[in-house]
T-cell receptor, first 112, second 116 residues
Framework: QQPVQSPQAVILREGEDAVINCSSS?????VHWYRQKHGEAPVFLMI?????EQKGHDKISASFNEKKQQSSLYLTASQLSYSGTYFC?????????????FGQGTTLQVKP | GAGVSQSPRYKVTKRGQDVALRCDPI?????LYWYRQALGQGPEFLTY????????KSGLPNDRFSAERPEGSISTLTIQRTEQRDSAMYRC??????????????FGPGTRLTVT
């Protein structure tokens, strides 16, 4: 079943923060996050495995709460380059298979 | 190194014709995935392979769709007797360098299929 992302769209000014949420109705083993710019292919951001760990690089981080079947992506001090559509993809029940079911996406627009 | 490549990048075909879409994954990647992406939507899983073995084809819409990866590298997605509703962007992704246990997927540029 497709995970649900919220919000559907966000408009920010440079330097502002944003949080994108991803919820699933079924138990998950991992959550993947991708960003897609208009007319381009999705690009991998990070993967979170069961265990509630938080990962991040640069000013983008994410958390995964497997009990709540939710993941959140945190964008801190947003830059113009963060604009795009963010997708979460959920995988597996007890292990990674690579078969991802993607959410409908959250469109982020960062303005100067 | 070279990323995932797909060909053709654009394909216009008449309803009822067969089409074959090709995906060349990153060298050494064990897993290969096919997705379909409608405008403004997330990628929709179709099927995936580990090496040459098709692991899951539950996302293929009907029996007009088939995929193969005979030598564990290049893959072909074939759509027979195309219909207008098949028009979409078809994306391929690969992951998992041999000997690793990583699942980050690298997507190709896609094939834009238009059925007239």
């Amino acid at each position: 079943q497709q995970p649900v992302q919220s919000p559907q769209a966000v408009i920010l000014r440079e330097g502002e923060d944003a949080v994108i949420n991803c919820s699933s109705s079924k138990a998950l083993y991992s959550v993947h996050w991708y960003r897609q710019k208009h007319g381009e292919a999705p690009v991998f951001l990070m993967i979170l495995l069961k265990g509630g760990e938080q990962k991040g690089h640069d000013k983008i981080s994410a958390s995964f709460n497997e009990k709540k079947q939710q993941s959140s992506l945190y964008l801190t001090a947003s830059q113009l380059s963060y604009s795009g559509t963010y997708f979460c993809g959920t995988d597996g029940l007890s292990s990674n298979t690579g078969k991802l079911i993607f959410g409908q996406g959250t469109t982020l627009q960062v303005k100067p | 190194g070279a990323g995932v490549s797909q060909s053709p990048r654009y394909k216009v075909t008449k309803r009822g014709q067969d089409v074959a879409l090709r995906c060349d994954p990153i060298s050494g990647h064990v897993s290969l995935y096919w997705y379909r992406q409608a405008l403004g939507q997330g990628p929709e899983f179709l099927t995936y392979f580990n090496y040459e073995a098709q692991q899951d084809k539950s996302g293929l819409p009907n029996d007009r769709f088939s995929a193969e990866r005979p030598e564990g590298s290049i893959s072909t997605l074939t759509i027979q007797r195309t219909e207008q509703r098949d028009s979409a962007m078809y994306r391929c992704a690969s992951s998992t360098p041999s000997g690793t246990n990583t699942y980050e997927q690298y997507f190709g540029p896609g094939t834009r299929l238009t059925v007239t």
